[in-house]
């Protein structure tokens, strides 16, 4: 299971929190110190923390979260706030199953491997068939994607073999960015020079990862998407830059010889020809700002796309 802490800042500054995750045994989970616990200015609905724990015992589990503006701990000194939480956990046939993504925060362009643990409880010989995957909501598998991929489909369990592990691997690149929001950039230079999509809009969000097999067992985990760092943003812009200059050095030939056949009226057609041009660019570029396609985390409050 997975738990998001959300709390809302109604002060014009920035606050820090700290404080602890217990289980219902009293053990610390999760500590959250006040580098992790710093809420900006005025945010609402701000997703202080998220993690994933894997939960043993059929039966109701209840965990308690406290928080304070001092030291993290409750002992009367700061504003200090207790929540807590019941989940159920029911029995699943003789199987036990979890999912366990790695790693737990990904950059564009790279992968992480998700990798589901199945157990016999007891010895008896069974064989599971691993039916779809979601990420972020929608199914990844089995479609025609290269970027998600999957080691095994079917898994037999028995009494020389009691546990064994499948593994789910997603890259976070453009053809799953294609598949995923089903479009591409207006902006024609993005779209056919630099073969971009809308990838960077995975940057931010943690998305739900979950594996539903045919005999009724379902397992899932998250991960989170990194934002692009300060320089990461402009060796990209780099890259671009450099392909820009490419075309530009490319249409300048074409604009050279144009001069010679057109005569003295070419400059100022290639002038108006390439502000039209400029024109529509920029108008792709603002529709794509505004209107370009985002994950969604739905209204339930836990900031998971797809959980």
């Not at 308690?64 to 699943?92: A, I």
């Not at 046939?93 to 366990?100: D, L, R």
């Not at 020809?273 to 529509?280: E, K, Q, R």
Request: proline letters at 4%; hydrophobic letters at 40%; charged letters at 20%.
């Amino acid at each position: 299971m997975f738990f998001t802490v959300k709390v809302w800042n109604f002060a014009n500054q920035a606050i820090s929190l700290s404080g602890f995750v217990n289980d219902e045994n009293g053990t610390i989970i999760k500590s959250i110190d006040g580098f992790e616990g710093r809420v900006p200015a005025d945010a609402q609905n701000y997703t202080l923390t998220s993690f994933s724990l894997d939960v043993y015992g059929v039966g109701n589990h209840t965990y308690k979260l406290f928080l304070d503006n001092v030291d993290g701990k409750p002992n009367g000194e700061g504003e200090e706030h207790w929540s807590e939480v019941t989940m159920e956990v029911k029995p699943m046939g003789n199987v036990v199953a979890s999912m366990s993504c790695t790693p737990t925060v990904v950059s564009l362009n790279n992968p992480t491997t998700c990798t589901v643990h199945l157990k016999l409880k007891e010895p008896r010989t069974i064989t599971l068939h691993l039916k779809e995957v979601d990420f972020g909501g929608k199914k990844v598998w089995p479609v025609n994607l290269s970027s998600v991929t999957v080691n095994k489909q079917n898994v037999t369990l028995t009494l020389t073999n009691m546990q064994e592990d499948l593994t789910v691997t997603i890259t976070i690149n453009d053809e799953l960015a294609n598949y995923y929001f089903g479009e591409k950039p207006w902006d024609p230079i993005d779209r056919w020079i630099f073969k971009e999509s809308f990838k960077d809009r995975f940057a931010g969000y943690t998305y739900l990862v979950k594996a539903e097999f045919e005999e009724g067992i379902t397992v899932s985990d998250i991960f989170t998407v990194a934002e692009q760092s300060t320089f990461d943003e402009a060796v990209e812009a780099g890259k671009n830059a450099k392909a820009i200059a490419s075309e530009i050095a490319r249409t300048s030939k074409v604009a050279k010889k144009g001069l010679i056949v057109v005569g003295k009226n070419a400059p100022k057609l290639i002038s108006r020809g390439w502000l039209a041009i400029n024109i529509i660019i920029l108008g792709a570029d603002i529709h794509d700002w505004f209107f370009g396609p985002r994950p969604d985390p739905g209204m339930d409050g836990n900031s998971i796309v797809g959980g």
